[in-house]
């Protein structure tokens, strides 16, 4: 058998290939699935994750609906095949309403919920292959569904997993990572730099803790930038399609270069 | 009866065709339809010839998506789309992942069953379908489930390289399917993915290996232990007999499980309710579906030696006169052997295409 992974190698290699502060591949598919009102499928590296959201829109139980805002309900669905292992978790399981609970207390102040009282924003997130940042995933999965549908939110929010090995902070974290070394997951809301999320359930040195916080954030920050770059694509395509009439050469669709030009 | 123009093959167009297709069709409408839109859409197949909301004929499948190999931990998966168009503005079809997951099994002590055994799961996505609450899509996902069950539990549909020690380990062959959107004929697309995940699966060769402890203090005594440990009747003392296996290749996916050619497809047959005609047409979507919910599931499997009805269920409310079923039944044949040769060369042509793509890869590198 051969001798244990390093995370980290002398040539300054992760156990993937990547170097330290590298993030994983990001694959963003807008495209609509079903009858969502936004719906995205979200890649980091071999961690896929689809959310959809539906909304807002009535509720189905009236005693969930709050009066002056709009309720946001989560679902999170893990499938059996995700992980390596084969595991079958009922939707009510302990861990899994707890994840759905930490994604919703993420969205609660970036999304405009006073715009829409008495009404129901559902957001169905299904992890379809997991190999580390799963929550990282989900919760920006979670801001392109809730961007492709519409929804007026106050900023993205971005989130980044990091770690500590030894002294030498890493992003972006794959399973045998996770399993072995301290993290944190963070969330960002780039424009401000408010977090709305901060997570960790190993144990890390204070010292240490400074040093990947700031990384996390600024890795959050270059997250956007992709975000929105895939937003802006889809919103374009759509207009274009939007545009059917043939344009005379130099008239310029006033909807599209206004709003396009905003950066 | 209304069989139209000649249909075209399923796979026509697949993924790279272009279909413009009004979007909302492709949407679940909002529950229950009102009665007179079901008429509408009645009235409209019960015309000389037939019209549908999308101009298709009455066994016109929409095209269908199949991938192999999306589920990279899984140790076979397929993804099945029914009425998926390329283009950015329309609906996504009727999408479905299936992947089969080995797991061991002790057939002594555990739940193991000598042979191995397959279990399938269906779980239905809450994005596939926003109108129902968790309990009432828990209740469709068991329903689902029950119907794959009962469909495909036959011994002779049992692949036959489940075993690993005879008697002893075997292993256990989880089949998930997970319906991520449903715009009609979900069923044809659960069986089409579970056959396809099933083609996909490499079972992993295994080698039987003894633990043989030093002789005993006892001195010469013989402790003979046979390749399946039963042991020697020489044996007067509990010999700690460790039957195991090991992986032969760990970086090898295995051999394929060996159960190609007798699994079955499925064909939907949705009933028209008309007073003496028979009136019958696949391939729906959920405004049809809901207008008409009476149906019938027939699995047909196509082998050389001969075809077979594996399974037949009505489902919906309403009723079939008895006169009808050879009709039902010759009709349902047909499409189905259509569908099974269009599968298996789909499938023949994933294999090649994953062959080829993981030859590219291994060359630029």
């Known amino acids: 058998m051969a001798s244990r992974v390093e995370i980290l190698n002398d040539g ?3 156990s993937d290939g990547r170097k330290q502060y590298e993030l994983r591949d990001i694959v963003i598919d807008l495209s609509q699935q079903g009858s969502a009102d936004g719906s995205v499928v979200l890649s980091h590296g071999l961690t896929q994750v689809s959310a959809s959201v539906f909304g807002p829109r009535e509720a189905k139980m009236r005693s969930q609906t709050l009066h002056d805002r709009a309720n946001i309900n989560i679902e999170v669905t893990f499938a059996p095949f995700s ?4 595991r079958k978790r009922s939707r009510n399981d302990k861990r899994v309403l707890d994840f759905a609970s930490t994604i919703k207390a993420t969205f609660e102040p970036a999304i405009q919920t006073k715009l829409y009282p008495r009404s129901q924003i559902d957001i169905y997130i299904n992890v379809l292959q997991q190999d580390g940042g799963v929550l990282q995933a989900c919760i920006n999965a979670t801001t392109l569904a809730l961007a492709a549908a519409g929804i007026p939110l106050l900023d993205f929010v971005c989130a980044v997993t990091g770690g500590v090995q030894s002294a030498s902070p890493l992003l972006d974290l794959t399973t045998l990572e996770e399993n072995d070394v301290p993290h944190l997951t963070v969330a960002v809301m780039p424009r401000t730099g408010n977090i709305t999320l901060l997570t960790m359930e190993t144990r890390l040195h204070v ?3 400074e040093e990947i916080f700031q990384l996390v954030t600024s890795a959050g920050h270059v997250l956007h930038k992709e975000m929105k770059a895939a937003i802006k694509d889809r919103t374009r395509t759509l207009v274009a399609a939007m545009s059917v009439a043939p344009k005379a050469v130099g008239e310029k669709d006033p909807l599209y270069s206004e709003r396009m030009d905003d950066s | 009866m209304g069989e139209g123009t000649r249909p ?3 796979w026509e167009g697949c993924v790279t065709g272009i279909e413009v297709v009004s979007s909302s069709y492709h949407q679940t409408p909002p529950f229950p339809l009102s009665k007179y839109e079901k008429t509408y859409i009645q009235a409209a197949l019960r015309e000389l010839s037939p019209i549908r909301a999308d101009g298709r004929s009455l066994f016109d499948y929409r095209s ?4 192999t190999g999306v589920a990279s931990l899984a140790n076979g998966s397929a993804r099945v789309n029914i009425g998926k168009t390329a283009g950015e503005e329309s609906g996504s079809g009727a999408e479905v992942i299936a992947a089969v997951k080995l797991e061991v099994e002790d057939v002594l002590e555990g739940e193991g069953v000598d042979g191995g055994r397959i279990v399938f799961t269906v779980s239905c996505s809450p994005a596939a379908y926003p109108h129902l609450s968790s309990t009432a899509l828990d209740d469709l996902s068991y329903d689902t489930t029950i119907i794959l069950n009962q469909c495909l539990s036959h011994p002779s549909l049992h692949p036959k390289n489940l075993t690993i020690s005879p008697r002893r380990k075997s292993w256990s062959l989880n089949l998930d399917i997970m319906v991520l959107s449903d715009s009609g004929n979900v ?3 659960l069986f089409l993915a579970a056959r396809s995940a099933l083609w996909d699966a490499k079972v992993p060769k295994t080698r039987s290996v003894q633990y043989q402890p030093k002789s005993n203090i006892l001195g010469d005594q013989d402790v003979e232990m046979s390749a399946d440990g039963s042991g020697s009747i020489f044996n007067t003392r509990e010999v700690a007999k460790a039957a195991d296996f090991e992986l032969a290749d760990w970086w090898d996916e295995g051999e394929p499980l060996r159960v190609n050619r007798e699994w079955p497809v499925c064909v939907t047959l949705n009933l028209v309710p008309a007073k003496s005609l028979l009136m019958y047409f696949a391939d729906v979507t959920p405004h049809e579906e809901a207008s008409m919910p009476l149906r019938l599931l027939l699995l047909f499997s196509f082998s050389p030696s001969g075809t ?7 489902m919906g409310d309403g009723e079939v006169q008895l006169e009808s079923m050879t009709l039902l039944l010759e009709g349902g044949e047909n499409h189905a052997k259509k569908l099974f040769e269009a599968l298996g060369k789909k499938l023949e042509e ?5 062959n080829q793509k993981a030859q590219v890869k291994f060359d630029l590198r």
């Open chain 2, 187 to 189: 069923y044809d697309a």
């Open chain 1, 207 to 209: 010292d240490r803790f």
């Open chain 2, 308 to 314: 077979r009805l594996r399974s037949m269920r009505l």
């Open chain 1, 12 to 14: 300054g290699f992760r």
């Open chain 2, 350 to 354: 994933e294999d090649l295409r994953r």
């Open chain 1, 83 to 86: 992980m390596g292992e084969r």
């Open chain 2, 8 to 10: 075209s093959s399923p």
């Open chain 2, 64 to 67: 269908t998506a199949l991938e």
